[in-house]
DNA sequence: GCCGTTTAGTTGAGCCTTCAATCATCGCGG
DNA sequence: CCGCGATGATTGAAGGCTCAACTAAACGGC
């Protein structure tokens, strides 16, 4: 069966380079600074963020790769990597032997701390700066349509 | 000097976090397919898309890097890969004996071609397919903004 | 024409991600 | 309570990206 690609029209074309070129620039900008400025890329970031909002500052390493975003396998190798960082310690999981739970160290606590202005900053700068507030409420709908449309399928 | 964090508010947070997942799963979606389906990642597809559109299916490797949105690092290993695979050939430039042209080849086209249409499906599918008129027409914007923002500083 | 600076591009080391394979444990149907 | 598919997590290899260092050629002033 033969089926017609159905090829984007020129605007599309337009708003799909822009975003392409954007959220790269973005992206690239911010893992940068982040590298520079806290000695971390930004995925490792997003996890210890995510570990330091978690109650009791820990989550089931399943939890916390859905959470970040990320693969099982890259959380793997992140923890490992943040562990001899001594930023997180892995601990048993007491109700399935088979978990494993990712506990953010004060140590991590402090980095993190420390970063957080920084990066935050970089995100307004970057971001939230060169939007008016009604596009700021756009892309906020665009996202969590998105989010939901990708995640769901 | 101190300087206070202008922290982001509650809005603009669940915003950064939206677009933070939206964008990382849609570029990992089709980076996924592009890789399964025409065996290179989407940094690569891009490259060989900037060369078939330039003038000759050529273009010097600082120009190829602005287009495709690449440090000059990278080209130079994502094009040594690309050669090896057939796909670009390197010439030397005329005009510049420091210089380097980066030509699309015939075999490269071909694979390019091929690869095109299901990934521009892809597009469809997981970005166009999920957004209202209205919203294709805000992400233009944004992504203009955002893109000039970025690129201009 | 010469020298210092800028520009073009490459290279290698180190790090991150992906993919597929693997291992252990869990939980359910019979 | 046993077997087996599903789940939780790790591992190693292969490949891509970044950073800094480097080579070579062009440019600009004098």
Not at 38 to 54: F, K, Q, T, W
Not at 63 to 76: H, I, N, Q, T, Y
Request: proline content about 4%.
């Amino acid at each position: 069966m033969v089926v017609m690609t159905r090829w984007l029209n020129p605007d599309e074309q337009r708003t799909w380079r822009a975003f392409l070129t954007a959220s790269r620039a973005l992206m690239d900008t911010l893992d940068r600074e982040l590298q520079r400025d806290a000695g971390m890329p930004h995925a490792y970031y997003e996890i210890l963020v995510r570990l330091s909002e978690a109650p009791g500052r820990q989550l089931r390493m399943s939890d916390l790769a859905e959470a970040a975003g990320s693969s099982r396998s890259r959380l793997s190798h992140a923890v490992a990597r943040l562990e001899t960082a001594g930023w997180v310690r892995r601990e048993e999981c007491p109700t399935d032997r088979r978990g494993q739970v990712a506990v953010l160290t004060d140590d991590g606590f402090a980095t993190l701390a420390a970063a957080a202005p920084g990066h935050v900053e970089g995100v307004r700068r970057h971001l939230f700066d060169a939007l008016s507030p009604a596009q700021i409420d756009q892309l906020r709908g665009i996202s969590e349509t998105l989010a939901e449309h990708l995640t769901g399928s």
